[in-house]
């Protein structure tokens, strides 16, 4: 089949020795991690990298929920630099102390509070915060299951790669939303 470009692509990869471009989404998550400080002008998160990040090496819910793991590491409230976003949202969307406390409970807010507040002074959807808690709540699978081998017919590395692609999409979106908030207040008039 003359028009067939992905059998041209298979026979040229297979039998003409070409190189193949792979789209890896695992590595568009770490490379989106260790730019969203420099990206944002603040350290939002505390470390950039962890070395035990990988694809789930079975097709088990097990091994989906162990990698889902490592990636929240990296982007969850643990992570997540709570004085560096409060200083944040002070000096660049006038926020003052009582922002970051519930009114009922009196309760400081959580890092995931916190981040839900930039994106609602940026004005854009709160994609970011719900592709953190979607891969929180893949993570928390191991904790709440007595059995983890998943579904039949399942495919957890298309699963995982789909929460990798879902959060340097959302990181993406959250920076150019910051970044374009921040030019409009700065903008004349």
Known sequence: MEDDTEFSNYVNVVFGGAWHD???????????????????????????????????????????SEACGELYKLIGNDNLQTKNMQKFMTTAFGATQADFVHTESGRNKSQRQLLEMIEDFAGIEHRLTSAIKLLGEARQ???????????????????FFEQCRRVSSAIEYFCEGVRRQLESRKAPG
Do not use: C, M, W
Not at 141 to 159: F, K, M, T
């Open 22 to 64: 792979f789209n890896d989404p695992l590595t568009d998550f770490t490379n989106a991690i260790s730019n969203i400080n420099d990206s944002l002008g603040f350290e939002l998160l505390g470390k950039s990298s962890n070395q035990l990040i990988h694809v789930p090496a079975e097709n088990t819910e097990r091994a989906y």
């Open 141 to 159: 699978i191991l904790a709440h299951r007595v059995d983890v081998q998943g579904e039949p017919g399942q495919i957890y590395v298309d699963s």
